[in-house]
């Protein structure tokens, strides 16, 4: 596959080559990267082969250059984002990062599943951020070449040859636990005060009290597929704050408590040779203490993973077939 | 592309209506078969717009989601 962790002078190399780059990395890092083929977000956190990696010396680059034969760049704010889907190349990929807390990123969670075009190419990226320390703080950044956002998102649409047909997949490691109880909220979004269990109304931070949840993670069945809300809790207003929408269609349950055998489960149930781009949760990165775990593979760890829509908690992988 | 099911047989309306529960193994399947029923049950889809949708990324995709089709219409 080829090395994907580069310093900020091997970057810099890629991008004077005029190679099509997405990076990760921290902001002081971003911010000095010239002019070129490439858009960006801010994150400190990524994986290398030997585990993960809280660093200011290195970025994730991801060169998609001997693979595409066309691109282009593209920024969107919360009143275009819809255009994402219709951008794209015919056969492509679509390639985007969105800032953590922003507008569009907001306005992309609760919209993505309605976009025309939405699932006709692989739609993929992640949420930048911050040192956790300082998230709230300091504002997440992304770049399209060495221009800055804060507020806007960035996408690279590639144009794929004729027999690459590219496809995303996830692994996640959280399932609905047995002994929850079905929960159904009465409208989408990032906060909902009440859910509702078997027609009857509750609070849901004093649901989640009462009932001693320890896991904070909602999960739904999308045809087989398990999708992930991470839940924050707020002990000072008791609310609860979603790290993703929920939708008033879907019916959620609690995961189940997980040990931390992270590397076993993703041994077993990942291929590595397949595997083109990757990027995973932030939450995994600490609960499952992957400084420490070798993965095998380069990556990243986000404030929120993209996959047609915003998941939580959650391994994405890009997959290219020859047709 | 492989060969897939003829567009009209009905095991494709079945697996959107839900008549068949079928769990893809192949995400972006997974994500539209569920999109489409959010779809029909809001209706802002018809079962054939559907369908049709269904039908295109399953041939796109064909070589991705060969068993899961070999399940549900077993010869075509």
Redesign the interface.
């Known amino acids: 596959m080829g090395k994907k962790l580069h310093t900020k002078k091997e970057t810099e190399k890629l991008i004077k080559e005029g190679k099509t780059l997405i990076i990760a990395g921290s902001e002081k890092l971003l911010s000095k990267l010239p002019e070129g083929n490439w858009i960006g977000g801010s994150n400190p956190y990524l994986q290398s082969p030997c585990g993960g990696l809280h660093t200011e010396e290195l970025l994730y680059v991801k060169d998609f250059s001997d693979l595409l034969i066309d691109s282009k760049f593209k920024v969107y704010d919360k009143n275009n984002i819809h255009q994402i889907t219709t951008d794209a190349f015919e056969n492509g990929i679509i390639a985007t990062i969105m800032p953590a807390n922003s507008e569009v990123l907001k306005e992309f969670a609760i919209n993505s599943?309605?976009f025309e075009n939405?699932?006709?190419n692989?739609l993929l990226g992640w949420v930048s951020g911050t040192d956790f320390d300082k998230f709230g703080q300091v504002a997440p950044t992304c770049y399209k070449s060495n221009e800055k956002f804060i507020d806007k998102a960035v996408a690279l649409h590639i144009q794929l040859p004729k027999n690459i047909?590219a496809?995303?997949?996830?692994l996640n490691a959280y399932e609905a636990s047995n002994s929850s109880e079905v929960i159904t909220f009465e409208k989408d979004g990032f906060h909902n005060t009440d859910c509702f269990v078997g027609g009857k109304k509750y609070n849901f931070y004093k649901y989640i009290e009462d009932k001693n949840i320890e896991t904070l993670i909602l999960v739904a069945n999308?045809?087989?597929?398990t999708i992930n809300i991470g839940l924050i809790k707020n002990e000072v207003s008791k609310n609860i704050f979603f790290a993703a929408p929920v939708f008033k269609?879907f019916e959620y349950k609690f995961a189940k408590k997980r040990t931390k055998d992270y590397k076993d489960f993703f041994n077993k149930n990942i291929d590595l040779s397949n595997i083109r781009y990757s990027y995973s949760c932030l939450y995994n990165f600490f609960y499952f203490e992957l400084e420490k775990e070798a993965l095998g593979i380069d990556g990243l760890f986000s404030y929120g993973e993209i996959?047609?829509?915003l998941l939580n908690v959650t391994f994405v992988y890009l997959v290219l077939?020859e047709? | 592309?492989l060969k897939i099911p003829d567009k009209n047989r009905p095991e494709w309306k079945k697996m959107i209506s839900g008549e068949i529960a079928?769990?893809?193994?192949?995400?972006?399947?997974?994500?539209?078969?569920?999109?489409m029923?959010?779809y029909i049950?809001?209706k802002?889809l018809t079962y054939d717009e559907a369908v049709n949708?269904l039908y295109?990324?399953s041939y796109?995709?064909?070589?991705?989601v060969k068993s899961d089709l070999e399940q549900i219409f077993k010869i075509w």
């Open positions: 599943p309605e939405q699932f006709l692989p047909v496809r995303l997949e996830i999308y045809s087989g597929a269609d996959a047609y829509q077939d047709i | 592309m079928h769990n893809y193994k192949n995400y972006v399947l997974q994500m539209q078969t569920t999109q029923r959010r049950k809001n802002k949708k295109i990324l796109k995709y064909s070589r991705a």
